[in-house]
């Protein structure tokens, strides 16, 4: 191939063992997906504590089971909400009326569906393994962009994050270390939401489609024109082409 293209430093590093030319695309983000959310909100004193995922992530969502439930006990206002898979004891130990669950939607509602879960704080438990490696941040990226906080693993890419855009657990293994860390978040609203707030704006700066796509579609016509001879550039968004 002339070209192969990724997520992250890992996937560029285990790529170009079979293909020198890859190359490294940033994620992007629409911005529009926070004007998806409805107002308002049933209970204004509840406290909205996110985890979304696949079965993929069993391994991960077990990380975080027992200290949902501590957290659950300790501060009645907080409801924890799940999406797509769940953690393990969630339907045989969680109280009723302490989370909301919501299965799997086609791709094509995910962002409005998200968007309507109305979090404040988005949980990204991550094991220390190639998998997750080879992820990007894309949950922070989903949280930041509708104002929530995010508290995660330090593992992989996440701990190349600013540091005053994100929450990282001291210690990924400890229960106690994961409690003592949402308890914080939980506990400081001023200082979540300043938090969540930097984050927004790094997100923009950094990964708002509107600004970024353009570098895909330069890539592509510099890599057409050293392929086919073909000069050709982009101009406001419009192809220009000589030969």
Not at 61 to 89: N, Q, T, W
Not at 90 to 97: D, H, V
Not at 200 to 221: A, M, P
Request: charged fraction near 20%; aromatic fraction near 14%.
């Amino acid at each position: 191939a002339h070209a192969v293209t990724t997520s992250t430093p890992y996937l560029v590093q285990k790529c170009k063992e079979f293909n020198p030319n890859t190359f490294m695309f940033r994620n992007l983000v629409d911005p529009e997906i926070a004007n998806l959310r409805s107002p308002g909100r049933d209970d204004s004193n509840e406290i909205r504590i996110c985890w979304t995922g696949t079965a993929h992530h069993h391994d991960d969502a077990a990380l975080i089971d027992e200290v949902c439930l501590k957290i659950i006990y300790k501060y009645p206002r907080v409801k924890f909400i799940f999406m797509g898979y769940h953690p393990p004891s969630l339907f045989t130990k969680y109280p009723t009326g302490r989370y909301e669950y919501y299965n799997f939607v086609p791709v094509d509602a995910w962002y409005s569906c998200f968007a309507n879960l109305d979090i404040d704080i988005g949980l990204v438990p991550l094991i220390d393994h190639p998998f997750n490696w080879a992820k990007t941040c894309r949950k922070f990226q989903e949280f930041s962009i509708v104002s929530a906080a995010t508290i995660a693993s330090p593992i992989g890419n996440y701990l190349d994050l600013p540091k005053d855009v994100i929450e990282l657990v001291p210690n990924n293994l400890s229960t106690q270390s994961w409690f003592e860390t949402i308890s914080k978040l939980i506990e400081d609203v001023e200082g979540r939401q300043i938090m969540s707030q930097r984050a927004y704006k790094y997100i923009l700066k950094e990964h708002d489609i509107n600004t970024f796509i353009y570098e895909r579609g330069q890539f592509y016509y510099d890599l057409f024109a050293a392929v086919t001879g073909t000069e050709r550039t982009i101009i406001y968004g419009k192809e220009c082409q000589t030969t």
